[in-house]
């Protein structure tokens, strides 16, 4: 590794073959790293992805970030994260993309359904991005809320082309053959692994997600994961009774079983329920949500403080107080919070996936519910001074409290804060 290289991938500032800066880590996986960086001579921001090469040629990954870098480079469109340049040196490649400010559109939707004008503002900007990739012969295959950002003027960006197939992929009978995807957004036909068209699988996807943003769970859902695959073969679900009767029809004939005969995305741009206009306030309103979240750790007021305290939890007044969640105060900054749920993650076999507020913990290994998952979000209440609130995202509630207790309490101990005037914390774990 040159002197121009050195820190990347630890955290720390540094300089990148004379031209970014790269800052704090935003996000990382499995093969690599997403830093915030800064180009000397412009001033911009971007998102530098660091991908090791030898984690990815290992196991035989190459192809895909190949894959990924070409379909960037295609794909030029308002809703479509863009791709700025792609370096290299010996042992890495860095992949320079646009920074998008306002986290993922799961994000929002993890906290309840939206209103209507706000889902189709999402799902408008979802489908011009589908449309504009099949119109280049790109299929995502791989469509879902986590993959879906959202900038600081509330515009939907797809992002992660990384399971991306060209037209050029396809077999002599015209078709798909590679099962790939999301469980619970996969479609029926590339389910039964007898050949797929690429369009109408992501169209399936785009009617799932869909459906998310109006329901505020999904479709298809099951704890055996071979009874939920049944479900969306037969395209077994139903409307929640707030749905609108014209997004019913349209979702109906997006989650269609039958690709034949499923909507296609011509279609769903001449429906009703898709043409209908969008109120400039429903589009502020999204422009100022997200401004509020960009770049800060979120804050809270007095009540939020009070109301986290087990002295004055005022919680019972409202709902029944959930095992599932806990909550704790720390005297440090997000990023030494972040740091230790990171270490706890690699001791307890999980996956980490961060911003600069929120954590979230993927197992990985299924438990009697699938894969523990969860999540922590970080608030300020002051520069120094952190509220954590941890809740079981997916899984079994019983592994969950198993796993707070014998492992995530200890090794968060000692940072959990303490009034000045004696030992016990002020605010503990629930």
Not at 102 to 108: D, I
Not at 390 to 419: H, M
Request: charged share 30%; aromatic share 8%.
């Amino acid at each position: 590794m040159s002197e121009k290289e050195k820190g990347v991938g630890e955290g720390q500032s540094t300089l990148l073959h004379g031209k970014y800066e790269l800052g704090r880590v935003l996000g990382h996986g499995t093969f690599a790293k997403v830093y915030h960086a800064r180009n000397l001579k412009t001033g911009q921001h971007v998102a530098m992805k660091v991908v090791g090469k030898e984690k990815v040629i290992k196991v035989g990954m190459m192809e895909q970030v190949k894959r990924e870098i070409s379909v960037m480079k295609m794909v030029k469109h308002s809703n479509i994260v863009e791709l700025h340049e792609v370096m290299a040196s010996k042992s890495k490649i860095y992949i320079a993309m646009e920074l998008v400010r306002g986290g993922e559109l799961f994000n929002k939707v993890s906290k309840g359904r939206l209103k209507e004008d706000v889902a189709r503002l999402y799902f408008q900007q979802l489908i011009s991005a589908v449309d504009f990739c099949h119109s280049r012969g790109v299929y995502h295959r791989d469509l879902k809320p986590e993959n879906l950002l959202l900038d600081e003027h509330g515009n939907l960006k797809v992002s992660d082309f990384g399971l991306t197939a060209f037209s050029d992929h396809l077999k002599e009978d015209g078709l798909l053959h590679t099962t790939c995807g999301t469980p619970a957004y996969v479609s029926p036909e590339v389910i039964a692994k007898k050949g797929y068209d690429g369009a109408k699988a992501d169209i399936w996807s785009c009617g799932v997600i869909l459906y998310v943003l109006l329901a505020g769970f999904l479709p298809f859902q099951d704890d055996n994961l071979v009874a939920m695959y049944k479900k969306i073969y037969r395209g077994d679900f139903k409307c929640p009774p707030w749905f609108s009767a014209e997004a019913r029809r349209l979702v109906t004939r997006l989650l269609d079983p039958n690709p034949n005969s499923r909507i296609s995305i011509s279609k769903v741009m001449e429906s009703s329920w898709f043409k209908k206009p969008v109120p400039r306030k429903v589009e502020e309103v999204a422009k100022v949500d997200l401004e509020e979240m960009c770049e800060r750790p979120a804050t809270m007021n007095a009540f939020h403080i009070i109301s986290l305290s087990e002295g004055f939890d005022l919680s019972p007044l409202f709902e029944e107080k959930k095992r599932e969640e806990m909550r704790f105060a720390t005297a440090g900054t997000p990023s030494s919070v972040i740091s230790r749920l990171e270490e706890v993650a690699k001791a307890g076999k999980f996956d980490v996936k961060s911003s600069e507020t929120k954590v979230r913990l993927q197992g990985q290994e299924r438990g009697r519910k699938g894969k523990l998952a969860i999540a922590a979000d970080i608030y300020a209440v002051t520069p120094s001074f952190m509220v954590v609130e941890v809740k079981k995202d997916n899984g079994d509630t019983l592994e969950y409290n198993q796993f707070c207790s014998k492992q995530l309490r200890p090794a968060l101990k000692d940072i959990f804060w303490n009034s000045p005037q004696n030992s016990t914390p002020a605010i503990v774990l629930e």
